[in-house]
């Protein structure tokens, strides 16, 4: 592939293709595991909103629920009823709308030579035609579309004798981002890719009759709704196992160097999170405070875009010493407007999320902050909105620099042809969305803030288009009528 043609496959890839945001649980060894999993995946439902399922055992049976919708709205009392057992895990997913969405929904069930495998995986998988291609060759016969199910079908053909041996053979046979979760009737197994691209968590749960509850979870914030203390992170390359016998780890790869997704710290998970060794809160906080000191500008109030602007304000206020005032107010009751499907729909929906606390802003020079600019559509209304409210002067301030490039690891973002960024300067977005004046946070200013080091090392592809994966993976989720 020249630079051309690479160009030409991030303009096209299909957005499709690039939606995989999800978040994982396990329970190992606890009376009710499935209702443990719900807790968990509650927790985790930032993560995804689309469909959620819970997979449960009792070391003879394996059961498999999936729905469309919120955790809470699919596992009511008498589904969780359905779901027996002491091993379970979940997972919530934002995954592509139409017919194939439930379809696609996670955990998978899949029997195959090594028994019945439920596997849930968070991140996407870069090599998928080429593996699928080996496997349909191999008299693989695919229930799903999704990326998850080659892992299992990996472990089905694989030629190594124990499950455990097979798992770590096909781990190594995929490229890309997976932190998965998976289950057997009388097992718990969790891994992460050997970059580390999506984050992993273990904890335990000491239960009052002195039994032991082993738990894996996406972001630490699941362990304390089901009063688990966070043990350490699945390392990059590790596969964990725990049985009745208990538990057992070995570095399947190695000697990759760690790219862990930086966008993890800037938006996607929660500040109440530890990911990556590294608090959330702690990293957005200082996101903030070196904003501050790159772009000063004079104002009166810091105004988070709400939420997910929260915490980098309060690091901007309190490094710039203005006040920090929510001007404005996000109506909870609404789903996220970024992953409405229709341009249309996103474009109302900000209204519907946000509105402005006039009595603040009436007068004011104001510093809005947000953790980023994708297409620039929320953006550009909720400039206009903050203006149309009285404000003086309107300075929009971004906790990250401009995101150029798709993510392929397991972050919804657009093509690169809806990319804002990709396409115009700063001073031309500046302009598309009526700000006085626009600022990002450098490259550097967000590495320091999220604690890079020799031991910490992040993947920030979305801001270089530097992706950490061959090129020739990225030939492999070309759309099939793309110039090659
Ligand atoms: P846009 O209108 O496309 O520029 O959307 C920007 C807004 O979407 C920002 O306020 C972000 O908080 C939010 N956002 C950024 N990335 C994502 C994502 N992967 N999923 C959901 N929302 C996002």
Redesign the pocket.
Known sequence: MNNLERQRALDDTPFDKLRE?CGVVAIHNHPDAARQVYLGLYALQHRGQESAGIASADYENLWNIKGMGLVAEIFTDDVLDKLPGSLSIGHTR?STTGDSALLNAQPIRVESTKGLIAIAHNGNLVNLDSARARLESDGAIFQTTSDSEIIVQLIAHSKEATLIDAIADSLRQVEGAFSIVMMTRDRIFAARDPRGFRPLSMGRIYNDDGTETVVFASETCAFDLLRAVYERDVQPGELIMVSREGISSRQYASGVPQSSCI?EHV??ARPDSRIYGRWVQESREEMGRRLARESAVPADLVVP?PD??VTAAIGYAAESNLPFRFGLIRNHYVG????EPEQRV?DFG?KLKLNPVRNLLEGKRVILI?????????????VRMVRGAGAKEVHLRISCPP?ISP?FYG????SKR?L?AANQSVEEIRQYIEADSLAYLSLDGLLQACGENNDLRYCTACYTGNYPTQWVDVEDILPANATR
């Open positions: 945001e934002y966008f938006y996607f875009v997910s602007g996220r407007t970024f992953i996103r900000v947000d953790d980023s600019i994708i297409r620039g559509t929320t953006s550009r209304k909720i995101t993510c972050v919804d973002t657009p809806e804002i």
